[in-house]
């Protein structure tokens, strides 16, 4: 329990202090924290934060990382231990660069998400919580993502992969397995683990073009307003990523980009929306 | 329309209803979802952005607040408590600072509103934010998203930082004397932490755990100082009542349940999506205009606003999914999350998996949840595989009954809720698992591409 296997038999001794970082990394570390303490008036409510960027510098959250934040903050070890270990998101041991998480929470499971995790775990040869040897793919099941008009749903690195099957849930881990530049369904072209920890540390992600990735809304998001515009009644949706046919189309399309052209705006007196609009004035 | 009889075998509606997804829907948050960049400030201006704002610093804060309350409007994260009102209860002149904290940690098994709102229109919620902000005199504000959401936190860094720019936010906002500091706080995967004062323990660097009311946050919340928290939809609606208009919100909806609001239709559906219309639309009519069930199948059991709201079957097409509607119905609106399920899904291992979630979900603080969950989960276990006994039946709604109204939060009164709704509608389905020693259903007929094969085949 306190030791790893490497150490031997435990003999219930504590832990001796975790090692500190290099002075080079905890001279940028300290100058991040400082930024993120900042953006608080109470400097305790730097720790979630704190911990992404900690996970950020390791690729998960060690005792060295919670040193850091305990000295930073003025906490014990314990204290920022008992946090660390409440939160899913904070890994415990090293990981891959990509975390793919399967949701098989009730809806996704049923829609296919139970059917999914199994096959990548036959797959990639892993088990839950468990990386591959390349350290490339850690595979895990996730509970609801809040995308369930989009499910089977699967994240990886916290971004969004809609609509999945078994093979294009595949085919995915095979591209990254192969270290190919993968595009999720909503966000950005995906950066490793590390990156993305950065980012949920509160450093927005500088790369170019990465705030507009993939459009203004999944297609599932536009149903309802292509209705209310009166555009045609929607065609069912067969996800480029999906569908039974292995089209291989790493890009999903947004179905603005070929729609019908609208007939009516939000500004138009025609819309729903708007010959009311003028009521409150 | 005449496509119901697929789906439900109650009897029509009125004939006269009207099913016309123009005259049904009203996209007011989405009414753009579909334009290039939604999400910038500039679109967000094109369609009238930060106007409501300029009406707001127009008013006295205290006008303000009662225009909010007279407007009707009531809480989207699923409680339905007025907004104005928890706007009220923020003590006045006792020097202390106040915060409003947004609860954006969606995450109820189905709800999926607030994250595509914050995706792809980000603006709507700063704006409201402001406008609450200047109502009830707090100069930080903090929305506090879910973790596991990047693209959504990608456009909240940068949609506050335009905002900054363009001085919504920061030191005397448009003129006003105003000074408002917003932070954007990602969260580490806890569902507890949607529970608002667990949430604000977790905004204070500690374990995600609920608090003892009273006190209520709106008179010691964070840091002990009194807080407004409230759902992204909530605030999200405020801009556009401020802009439109009291009378205008009330136009829509009902008059305990006025206003629009975001329906998230989902599962074995021909079109989920989000679909915005007034308080009160029926499923039936929600599922009419949008294509119905899959083709070929029925409607089985369906959750009106989350797995902690008590399922409906195809008996309830009809109810007005507004807060009375539901709660008439015996169970509630939630976060209006549709999620349907077809004849194919087999509701015990549904039930099974949403418990598992609140097992895992549990914070432990409280013996009933905490021991409560598992032992819900050893017994629904045993009964998906064939192994359960007649009496483990009763034995799941006791447990339940010792959960619900007995746990520290509304986590536990959740993990009650699939129980007992499943074993009233569905009882006979429980008793097929004990006396057949397993389960009757296919899973691989109840997945999304079930039918594909064969029509392409």
């Known amino acids: 329990m306190t030791t790893t296997p490497s150490e031997g038999v435990s003999l219930g001794m504590p832990h001796l202090p975790a090692p500190d970082y290099p002075d080079d990394v905890r001279a940028r570390l300290e100058a991040d924290a400082r930024e993120v303490v900042a953006r608080y008036p109470d ?64 809806l996704c499971a049923v829609m296919g998400g139970d059917a999914i995790f199994e096959a990548l775990q036959d797959h990639l040869g892993v088990g839950n919580g468990e990386t591959t040897e390349d350290g490339k793919v850690t595979l895990e099941h996730i509970e609801c993502n809040a995308a369930c008009d989009f499910a089977p749903v699967v994240m990886v690195n916290w971004e969004f992969f809609d609509n999945q099957t078994v093979d294009s849930a595949k085919r995915l881990v095979d591209d990254l397995v192969a270290g190919a530049q993968v595009e999720p369904t909503r966000g950005a072209p995906l950066c490793t683990f590390k990156d993305t920890a950065r980012i949920l540390a509160g450093f927005p992600d500088e790369r170019a073009g990465a705030v507009e990735a993939s459009g203004s809304a999944g297609h599932a998001s536009l149903i309802g307003l292509r209705l209310a515009k009166g555009e045609a009644a929607p065609a069912r949706v067969v996800h480029p990523r999906g569908g039974g046919a292995p089209q291989d189309q790493p890009h999903p399309e947004h179905l603005s980009s070929h729609d019908a052209p609208q007939d009516t705006s939000a500004s138009d007196p025609a819309h729903p929306a708007g010959p009311v609009a003028e009521e409150g004035e | 329309m005449t496509l119901s009889t697929q789906y439900g ?193 977790s905004l204070e660097g500690r374990r995600g755990q609920p608090r003892l009311r009273p006190p209520f946050p709106a008179v010691a919340g964070l840091y002990a100082c009194p807080t407004v928290v409230n759902n992204v939809e909530s605030i999200a609606s405020v801009p556009a009542i401020l802009h439109k208009g009291k009378e205008w919100f009330r136009s829509m909806g009902s008059e305990k349940s006025p206003g629009f609001t975001l329906y998230s239709l989902s599962g074995h559906v021909a079109n989920p999506g989000q679909y915005e219309a007034p308080l009160g639309i029926t499923l039936r009519q929600l599922l009419d205009m949008s294509g119905g069930m899959r083709p070929g199948h029925r409607l089985k059991f369906w959750t009106p606003g989350g797995s902690s709201t008590p399922m409906f079957t195809d008996e309830h097409l009809d109810v007005p999914l507004d807060y009375e509607g539901v709660g008439a119905a015996g169970s509630m609106l939630g976060t209006k999350a549709l999620q349907c399920f077809d004849e194919t899904t087999c509701v015990v291992r549904a039930v099974t998996r949403w418990t598992e979630f609140y097992a895992h979900e549990s914070c432990g603080k409280c013996t009933p949840c905490r021991e409560g969950t598992y032992w819900l989960v050893q017994l629904l276990r045993d009964i998906e595989a064939g192994k359960g006994l007649m009496s483990d039946l009763d034995k799941l709604n006791d447990i339940a009954d010792n959960i619900n109204g007995k746990s520290f939060c509304a986590l536990g009164d959740g993990a009650a809720s699939p129980i007992f709704s499943s074993l009233k509608y569905f009882r006979e389905e429980y008793e097929q698992h004990i006396t057949g020693r397993g389960c009757p259903f296919d899973p691989a007929k109840s997945t999304a591409w079930a039918d594909r094969t064969e029509v392409n085949a």
């Open chain 1, 43 to 106: 400097s305790r409510s730097a720790l979630l934060p704190l911990l992404h960027l900690v996970q950020s510098e390791e690729g998960h959250v060690t005792r060295t990382g919670m040193r850091f934040c305990a000295e930073v903050l003025g906490l014990t070890t314990a204290e920022v231990t008992a946090v660390a270990t409440f939160y899913s998101m904070y890994r415990r041991k090293p990981s891959g660069d990509y975390q793919v998480g399967v949701c098989t929470n009730t």
């Open chain 2, 9 to 201: 075998s109650t009897s029509q509606p009125e004939a006269g209803g009207e099913s016309s997804p123009e005259k049904l829907l009203a996209p007011v948050l989405s009414a753009f979802w579909d334009e290039e960049k939604s999400w910038t400030l500039d679109v967000y201006r094109r369609h009238d952005g930060y106007e409501g704002l300029r009406k707001a610093l127009a008013m006295s804060p205290d006008d303000l607040i009662a225009y909010v309350k007279e407007s009707g409007l009531r809480g989207r994260g699923g409680a339905g408590f007025p907004t104005g009102m928890k706007w009220q209860f923020i003590p006045q002149g006792d020097g202390k600072p106040h915060y409003l904290v947004v609860n954006a940690d969606e995450s109820e098994p189905g709800t999926c509103k607030d994250i595509p709102l914050l995706f792809a229109n980000p603006h709507s919620l700063i704006e409201g934010m402001v406008i609450a902000c200047y109502a009830i005199r707090s100069s930080h504000a903090f929305i506090y998203l879910r973790g596991e959401v990047v693209p959504v936190l990608r456009r909240l860094h940068e949609a506050v930082r335009e905002a900054y720019e363009a001085g919504y936010l920061g030191e005397n906002i448009l003129g006003s004397g105003l000074d408002l500091q917003l932070t954007v706080h990602a969260g580490a995967g806890a569902y507890i932490c949607g529970e608002e004062t667990a949430l604000l323990d």
